[in-house]
Nanobody, 117 residues
């Protein structure tokens, strides 16, 4: 059974940076598209970034110039590097894993990111 454990969230001042990590276990990481969504208070969940097994990336327009996503297949971990953070980035960030073979999704428990002075 796939398990995802997120880390790296917290409180940061506007203009600051954070790196979120998502550790994957329970299956072969190489078969999974990985990504991050976020839920902003009062809004629905939105896609932030995703990365294919071949490391092709896709980022939301709102973060494309500031965030990047990467994966370390040797560590079965995906990262979300967030720079130039603003209050609008305050949200719970969720890691997800999409099995390319079965189309099954697994979600992490979420990590809170708060951007405030």
């Amino acid at each position: 059974q796939v398990q995802l454990v997120e880390s790296g969230g917290g409180l940061v001042q506007p203009g600051g940076s954070l790196r979120l990590s998502c550790a994957f276990s329970g299956d072969s990481f190489a078969f999974y598209l990985m990504g991050w969504h976020r839920r902003i208070p009062g809004n629905s969940r939105e896609l932030v970034a995703r990365i294919t097994p071949g490391a092709s990336t896709d980022l939301a327009d709102s973060v494309k110039a500031r965030f990047s996503i990467s994966r370390d297949n040797s560590k079965s971990t995906v990262y979300l590097q967030m720079n130039s953070l603003g209050p609008e980035d305050t949200a719970v960030y969720y890691c997800y894993a999409y099995d390319m073979r079965t189309r099954q999704e697994t979600w992490g428990q979420g990590t809170q990111v708060t951007v405030s002075s």
